[in-house]
């Protein structure tokens, strides 16, 4: 992934909070990769930026997980296990559906309408083996449709097991492709439109089971063959 500069690219949003939405966003969709640690000082340089607001960015991706420091001045990926994954998993079956509930007394028929654009666009990029462009869509999907419930405590801590996630969603997706990927979105977006919430909860479930899922098998292939 290319980081465009992060010096003042967006007014009146300090240089360390620009730094921290970037790595960050990194984390998510790939940039990072678990196994592979990188400098603090490379990091710098490749946003364009001193090592004072990567150090600070750093600091606050320690705190949620998302990074570990090395004593070389490198970070990487924490590693997860099975059990990690699990809790994971059991954490987003309560917290999501719990954000989608509240979400479907507060949505509109326009809100509708852009989940179903969204959901249009990640099909172009199952069809074409997009991953990142796959997971973008599904972050973007799952969060418009959290922020409707305007529960921001709740979203904070989705968004903070997302991120620990997300690099082994990438690495899983990134080896096997989308082609086994079914879209959850589809019964997600029925639901919706009908306003059920039984299933709702049925296909926000199946869709966190198919992500944790593929992750958990990998982890297990991978205990296996050492």
Known sequence: ???KSAVLPDVGIPVHEQVYRQLRERILFGGFLPGKAVTLRGLADELGVSAMPVREAVRRLIAENALELHGNRRVSIPDVCIDIIDEI????RLLEVELASKALDNLEEEDILVLQDIDDQIDVALETGDVEGYMRGNYEFHFYLYSKSHSE??????????VQFGPF??????????ANLEDQHKQALEALKSRDQNALNDAL????????GFIRESLSLVGKAR
């Open 153 to 162: 405590i709740l979203i904070k801590l989705v968004k903070n097991l997302w």
């Open 1 to 3: 992934m290319t980081f």
């Open 205 to 212: 479930e199946a869709d966190i089971a198919q992500g944790m």
């Open 89 to 92: 998993w059991s954490a987003r």
């Open 169 to 178: 969603m990438r690495l899983v997706y990134g080896r096997s492709g989308t």
